[in-house]
């Protein structure tokens, strides 16, 4: 009781020391002591000075990400186990029906894949760990992108059977591109087929790492026993139902050869990027394990070296050496260089120092539409938020209040009352776009946006009753303000609603959680492609409108012809009145261009407009009582469809411009499967490994184009290596 009373008594106290030395102390370090001090008049020691920074050095926010099938979700799921954030394992699409804690939609746990990033936060040795977990099919790539945008480090996890594969590739690409540390850590060892030194060998040649193995594994298959850390040379293994009980030993002798060789390689590898660890090599002095381990540190952080773990999180084996490793290797939020752009200053670029202390600036990279509203997931880069602070959002300058702050663990939430600089949180009740910087509103920073890919595939959607259009419109807003690569547009000559996205499941994802969760049945199908006619020589027309019926009568003349446009005009169609004389009054000479203006929009062969003709006037007559406006009007609309036949229609059919790189070994397969599609290849190149192939084929054809390229480059990445757009140029094809 005593306690309570006394933390009672000094919550005062703590507040308004918070308040007079700002954000630089964060909550956690007001202890009783200090505040007691304090109150005294005595001065604060130095340690509390530098509090935060040994805070933030105990943080690691970290993605995992990996091809399809390599164990991503299993891997999060041992992680939260071991951390004590979980007390059960639950498998991906396990028989008990609950699932993996990391896949919390249903749709993520009935097809066993992950479909969006999830977030959840652990503690390992005293240490904060952040982790996001990302999907691994290549439709779902803008939750890899988003994710790796925000973190410090990433573990690529990599399957010691298939090894390398199209996706991995693809996810080492954008850690690349926002200069992520990572570790790799070789999954499944206990797979019938398990290779390491394979992997291990193309993650050298195919991903063109500078990497070794800081592991050995005890046996593979189904004898994997252990591993031997060749950092601190001795044998571990996993006892336990669970293997939650780490043993140390002695390195079998049956290994010591292939440990001497393999910690030779390691030390090889890491010196030649490391000077300190260069020297003591190259003088034949002996390392210690804890001069290792700094260097790999140093040059893992400088991202000119990669450490390769082994194991098997479904047989957990290896994933708290993995932890270890986090800790050990990848860098804490002020060990990494952020940057941001100050808008008053001509977008100059300016180093954040991620202190506590500093202006707030915080990264808005995720919106996900929640129980209570829409939750905004924030990276603070800089300073703290609290809840009821006042933020300003820099894109649109509005100033919002922060009502709930949270941290997530998958989809359950934990309210806190502040945030300092390196943590991902979460928040409600804020209306912004994904990509959006908010700031405490004494400086107009912006964070740099992530890379946002095209669509490759679209379909035509609509709901099955026009009772549910409210419904639907609102489940197509809400998913495009989620997802970047989710586009939705109208096609203005069709009028039918597009929607575009990264592949067929994306597109399959979404119309099922309009079914699920909008209760809406949406039809979708193949987007009608827009042909058009055109004529491709000169016809004369002569036509005579002519009705009588009781009363005044219908009476109208039109004489001319009809020619094609050349093909570089701009213009689709053309009228000219070339009438010498008063035969036709001038006043009915506009209807007889909306006449034939009409009759445009629909060609006789296929029903679609006509366009590049040029309709001449020459000569026609009229009737001093029976002619008008409509009978003129009727007049042309007739004598365009007596003509028409006569000038050699045929249609036109839209051409993609198709621009595609794919590894040279693919080659082949493409460029028979381009020609099968009636395509043309106007083009060939070739990049490193990988061919460039440019082509010209029809739009009715390239429909699950996306798709099958995939089948074809087993699971290659097109939105990445996939540009298709409208040629200038369109093929004609006679009928």
């Known amino acids: ?212 193995a800081v592991q050995v594994p005890i046996g593979l298959e189904g004898e994997l026993q252990g591993l031997v850390d060749l950092v601190h040379c001795k044998a571990i293994y996993f006892h336990g139902a669970h293997g939650e009980k780490i043993v140390s030993g002695e390195i079998p002798s049956d290994l010591s050869s292939l440990v001497t060789e393999k910690r030779r390689e390691l030390t090889e590898a890491v010196s030649e990027v490391d000077d300190v660890l260069a020297e003591r090599f190259l003088n034949d002095e002996p390392i210690t394990a804890d001069e290792l381990e700094m260097a790999i540190r140093r040059a893992t952080i400088s991202l000119k070296f990669v450490p390769v773990f082994m194991g098997s999180a479904y047989k957990n084996k290896g994933v708290q050496l993995l932890l270890d490793g986090v800790l050990s290797y990848l860098p804490c939020p002020i060990e990494v260089t952020n940057h941001a752009l100050d808008q008053t200053k001509n977008e100059e670029k300016v180093s954040l120092s991620g202190t506590p202390g500093g202006p707030l600036v915080a990264l808005a990279f995720k919106l996900e539409e929640g129980r209570f509203g829409q939750l905004t997931y924030l990276r603070i880069y800089e300073g703290t938020i609290r809840r009821g602070d006042c ?60 890379n946002v890919p095209e669509p490759v595939m679209s379909l035509a959607i609509s709901p099955s009753s026009k009772d549910m259009g409210g419904q639907f419109s609102k489940a197509l807003n809400r998913f495009q303000r989620e997802d970047p690569t989710f586009r939705v547009g109208l096609d203005k000559d069709s009028g039918q609603t597009i929607i575009s996205g990264m592949g067929e499941l994306h597109l399959d994802i979404y119309v099922e959680r309009i079914r699920r969760e909008y209760k809406v049945d949406a039809v979708v199908g193949k987007p009608q492609v827009n042909f058009r006619e055109t004529i491709t020589q000169r016809a004369e027309f002569d036509y005579l409108h002519k009705k009588q019926s009781g009363g005044q009568g219908q ?63 020459t000569d026609g007559a009229a009737h001093s009582v029976d002619s008008s406006e409509l009978a003129f009007k009727l007049a042309a609309i007739y004598a365009f469809r007596q003509c028409y036949t006569k000038a050699r229609p045929v249609i036109l059919e839209p051409i993609m411009l198709l621009e595609l790189k794919a590894p040279t070994e693919f080659q082949g397969p493409i460029s028979g499967d381009i020609n099968r599609r009636k395509g043309m290849i106007i083009g060939n190149d070739q990049e490193g490994d990988d061919c460039i192939i440019i082509a010209h084929v029809p739009l009715n054809n390239m429909f699950g184009y996306s798709t099958a390229l995939r089948s074809m480059t087993q699971d290659s990445e097109p939105p990445c290596s996939l540009v298709a757009t409208i040629s200038d140029s369109e093929a004609m094809f006679s009928l």
């Open 1 to 212: 009781m005593s306690r309570i009373s006394a933390a009672r008594l000094l919550a005062p106290a703590r507040a308004l020391i918070s308040k007079h030395y700002g954000p630089a102390v964060p909550s956690p370090f007001l202890s009783s002591y200090s505040i007691l001090r304090q109150l005294a008049g005595l001065a604060r020691p130095k340690e509390d000075k530098e509090a935060w920074r040994e805070s933030m050095e105990r943080i690691r926010n970290i993605g995992i990400s990996a091809h399809i099938d390599s164990g991503k979700t299993t891997l999060t799921e041992r992680i939260l186990f071991y951390t004590g954030r979980i007390h059960e394992i639950h498998e991906v699409r396990g028989k008990d029906g609950v699932g993996a804690k990391m896949d919390s939609m249903d749709l993520e746990r009935e097809k066993g894949i992950t479909i969006q990033s999830a977030a959840t936060y652990c503690t390992w040795n005293d240490y904060q760990v952040n982790i996001i977990d990302t999907p691994g099919h290549v439709d779902f790539t803008i939750e890899v992108e988003r994710a790796l945008r925000v973190l410090d480090g990433a573990i690529l996890v990599l399957c010691s059977v298939g090894g390398v594969q199209s996706q991995s590739i693809t996810v080492d690409r954008q850690m690349r591109r926002y200069e992520v540390p990572r570790l790799i850590f070789i999954n499944k060892l206990d797979r019938m087929g398990a290779d390491p030194w394979k992997v291990l060998d193309q993650a050298k040649h195919k991903l063109r790492h500078n990497c070794a």
């Open 391 to 450: 933020i300003v959002n820099v894109q649109n300058g509005k100033k919002i209040k922060v009502q709930r702050l949270i941290r997530m663990h998958s989809d359950e939430m934990e309210d806190i009352q502040e945030a300092h600089a390196g943590q991902i949180v979460a928040v409600f009740g804020i209306d912004c776009a994904s990509g959006d910087t908010f700031t405490d509103g004494s400086k107009k920073y912006t964070m740099t946006s992530m």
């Open 555 to 617: 009476y109208g003349r039109v004489i001319g012809y009809i020619e094609p446009l050349p093909k570089d005009s701009s213009t689709k169609f053309e009228f000219e009145n070339m009438m010498i004389g008063q035969a036709i009054p001038s006043g009915f000479i506009p209807a007889i261009e909306k006449g034939f203006k009409e009759a445009s929009n629909s060609g006789s062969l296929i029903g679609h407009p006509v366009e590049h003709i040029r309709m001449v006037l």
